[in-house]
């Protein structure tokens, strides 16, 4: 079975300045994908960066870069230059094949940005 | 270009009534699920599709049947509402190389009373 674990709750964090939500994730799986999600107060599901396990490198797209230490079991998102419009839940996820199939997710981080 | 409509957006039944949710995709793609989201819990997978006819059981099954007749269309049926299952019900389904992105539908409030 697979566990995704988001400890933070809630976060605050002063526009233009980098935050990082954490996840760590347990699997036996050999191979698997992990998966940041972000949802607004409109309640959309909005995919934001994908790792795969065997990806040598840490994902990158735009402001958001998944800090992937696979000893640690742990697949944090770092969000630079936080804007306003970055206040939202934000949910990691994972899938036991690396695709986007049959996602476990946590129960998320509620990250406000402030002036 | 939504990719994939959710039908209705909104619903109120009652309890021991059947109910049908809708997820329409435009992107001919092979695979599509739903979800559910509760406070707590973040999503849970319910049931998927790899294909037409092709259907299989997620983590919350119980109490939901899905059918997937055409490749665009992918049903969830509630049999018996109960008051547990007013939720949000998200569709998706897989886009990008090997399906690395989960595309999801904006939802649909179900209200059990």
């Known amino acids: 079975a697979q566990k995704i674990t988001q400890t933070q709750p809630g976060m605050f964090v002063q526009e233009k300045e980098a935050v990082t939500l954490d996840c760590t994730y347990d699997t036996s799986d050999p191979s698997y994908g992990l998966f940041w999600y972000k949802q607004p107060s409109s309640g959309e599901m909005i995919f934001l960066i994908y790792q795969g396990s065997y990806d040598q490198q840490n994902a990158t797209e735009g402001r958001y870069s998944l800090n992937f230490q696979k000893a640690r079991k742990s697949a944090n998102l770092v969000i630079s230059a936080s804007q306003l419009g970055d206040s939202a839940m934000y949910f990691c996820a994972m899938s036991a094949t690396g695709t986007a199939s049959k996602l476990t997710f946590g129960t998320g981080t509620r990250l406000q940005v402030t002036l | 270009d939504a990719g994939i409509t959710q039908s209705p957006r909104h619903k109120v039944t009652e309890t021991g009534t059947p109910v049908t949710l809708r997820c329409h995709q435009t992107e001919n793609h092979r695979y599509m699920y739903w979800y559910r989201q509760d406070p707590g819990h973040g999503l849970r997978l319910i049931h998927y599709s790899y294909g037409v006819k092709d259907t299989d059981k997620g983590e919350v099954s119980d109490g939901y049947s899905v059918s997937r007749s055409k490749t665009e269309d992918f049903l969830l049926t509630l049999e018996s509402a109960t008051s547990s299952q007013t939720s949000v019900y998200f569709c998706?389904?897989?886009?990008?190389?090997?399906?690395?992105?989960?595309?999801f539908g904006q939802g649909t409030r179900l209200t059990v009373v």
């Open positions: 998706a389904i897989g886009r990008g190389v090997m399906d690395t992105e989960a595309f």
